[in-house]
């Protein structure tokens, strides 16, 4: 996997902000992307792009900037260009969901780049036409304008849930759920309590207390639930006071 992600570089071409620069290497390292060219950047390096990139400021020490996106893209076999613009091209147009997987599919074997224009513009066709084939994000056809490090995020995300499962990096501790046994008590304890403070007649108890058991059986409750919820039932008998309020 990590050989994969080595082979995928970004490429931004002319970037007027610096702090564009500095928020796609965080969106960058945030779905494992470390490789950042930058054609012709107007302000690199700078404080403001180091400000920006958080705790990715290693992305930005190892970015390469070049003079013409010949020499970025010069050892790439297959490149993306992401733009929003509609054209009248020759080039395969595909949602970034769907260069994605071509990404996937090319990655392990070939170096693989994704191409952003300026800020204000995007893609120039004469960048354009340096593409294999162009990608665009599905957005709102009334409103397609992205930030440029939203738009990197975007396809960054894409080409991460291609590669993996999609799972997620953290794992919950299992929990244990309460036993019949556990539940059992549960119940008699709160009937006890509800007959107690008359919510429940003992002499006529209706169909209300079988209700309550449907209503709790339907939650799969923990352990540590019951418990919590049966120290609640004593209190509601025997009220304990806090001497801070």
Same mark, same amino acid.
């Given at each position: 996997?990590?050989?994969?992600?080595?082979?995928? %570089?970004?490429? *931004?071409c002319q970037t007027s902000h610096p702090g564009n620069i500095g928020s796609t290497a965080r969106a960058m390292k945030t779905m494992g992307l470390d490789r950042l060219y930058l054609v012709r950047p107007k302000y690199f390096p700078d404080p403001e792009a180091?400000?920006?990139?958080?705790?990715? &400021?290693? $992305?930005?020490? +190892?970015a390469v900037v070049t003079q013409t996106l010949e020499e970025a893209?010069?050892?790439?076999?297959? $490149?993306?260009?992401?733009?929003?613009? !509609? %054209?009248?091209?020759?080039q395969q147009v595909m949602t970034v969901r769907?260069? &994605?997987?071509? $990404?996937?599919?090319?990655?392990?074997?070939?170096?693989?780049?994704? $191409?952003?224009?300026?800020?204000?513009?995007? *893609?120039?066709?004469?960048?354009?036409?340096?593409? +294999?084939?162009? &990608?665009?994000?599905?957005?709102?056809? !009334?409103y397609t304008s992205l930030n440029l490090a939203q738009a990197v995020q975007i396809m960054c995300y894409e080409i %991460?849930?291609?590669?993996?499962?999609?799972e997620l990096h953290y794992h919950e501790k299992p929990v244990e759920l309460a036993s019949q046994d556990d539940?059992? #008590?549960?119940?008699?304890h709160m009937r006890e309590v509800l007959e107690h403070i008359g919510y429940i007649n003992p002499r006529a108890p209706k169909?209300?207390?079988? #209700?309550?058991r449907r209503l709790y059986g339907r939650t799969r409750l923990e352990k540590e639930e019951v418990?919590?919820? #049966?120290?609640?039932?004593?209190?509601s008998v025997n009220p304990k006071k806090h001497s801070k309020y």
């Open positions: 996997m990590t050989t994969l992600f080595n082979n995928i %570089r970004v490429v *931004l180091t400000s920006l990139a958080v705790n990715a &400021a290693g $992305v930005l020490d +190892h893209l010069a050892d790439c076999q297959f $490149v993306i260009g992401v733009s929003g613009k !509609e %054209r009248s091209l020759s769907e260069a &994605a997987q071509e $990404v996937k599919n090319t990655a392990g074997h070939s170096q693989v780049a994704l $191409v952003f224009g300026t800020e204000m513009s995007g *893609l120039s066709n004469a960048e354009a036409d340096l593409c +294999h084939v162009l &990608a665009t994000i599905p957005a709102n056809p !009334e %991460r849930m291609a590669m993996t499962t999609g539940l059992e #008590r549960f119940y008699e169909k209300l207390f079988e #209700r309550l418990n919590l919820l #049966r120290g609640i039932l004593t209190l």
